[in-house]
């Protein structure tokens, strides 16, 4: 484990110096933070932010969300694909908040540890780990990586994590990488993963941790000086 860790903080060195700082956008309130991730699922940053503010801008408080018929919430939000499940998905979201806190507001969540925090949020309608681990991250400024798909893919690929389900990955990555690590390094896998790590054929010639990743000679075709 020493050395995998070891390992880690050299992946990180790496993305650090190939990308510069390797900070995550942030958002104040952690309860727009959890609708916005439920709408980036399945489609770009830039399509669930376009969602996002079209919700906002259609409906300009989460009561009003609720009150609307499923169907006119998806109109909303169609341009973050699959708005016909994410709809009442939200809504089911925001009518639970509303039940337990009597009001349209997560801020409770700053006061709990981070595992109350995830056991509370993952008790949501339709809300999992990765979506958990998005807004302790983003909207709590909490020690926490998300596995997104790009994150998924390329911690497979480098080996920090067996191929299986992003579930099983998340839990070895929240072992494995140190707390101040973990939002980092999250940023610098998914950017790794969009510009040069894909998920076709990967540009193994361009990665700067072509010679940390077990995967690359059999892209290269040939063992790497």
């Excluded at 727009?32 to 932010?49: C, G, K, P, R, W």
């Excluded at 499940?85 to 709990?112: C, G, N, S």
């Excluded at 099983?168 to 140190?178: D, F, G, P």
């Amino acid at each position: 484990m020493t050395n995998e860790r070891q390992r880690v903080r050299a992946i990180h060195r790496r993305l650090l110096r190939h990308f510069g700082e390797l900070e995550p956008p942030r958002r104040a309130d952690p309860l727009e933070e959890l609708i916005l991730t439920v709408l980036s699922q399945h489609t770009s940053d830039a399509n669930a932010e376009r969602a996002f503010g079209s919700l906002r801008a259609r409906f300009p408080t989460w009561e009003a969300v609720v009150r609307a018929r499923p169907a006119t919430v998806a109109d909303a939000i169609r341009s973050g694909g699959l708005a016909n499940t994410k709809a009442p998905r939200i809504q089911a979201i925001l009518r639970a908040v509303l039940e337990r806190e009597e009001r349209f507001d997560l801020a409770r969540l700053r006061r709990l540890p981070d595992g109350e925090a995830v056991r509370y949020l993952t008790s949501l309608p339709g809300v999992g780990p990765k979506t958990a681990a998005v807004v302790l991250a983003f909207a709590l400024g909490r020690p926490a990586i998300p596995v997104d798909t790009h994150v998924h893919r390329v911690a497979t690929r480098l080996g920090l994590v067996p191929r299986s389900s992003a579930e099983r990955a998340h839990r070895a990555l929240e072992a494995l990488v140190a707390a101040e690590l973990k939002v980092p390094l999250h940023v610098g896998l998914i950017r790794l993963g969009r510009e040069t790590c894909k998920a076709g054929r990967p540009r193994c010639q361009e990665c700067p941790l072509v010679d940390l990743c077990p995967t690359a000679p059999t892209v290269l075709g040939s063992p790497i000086a």
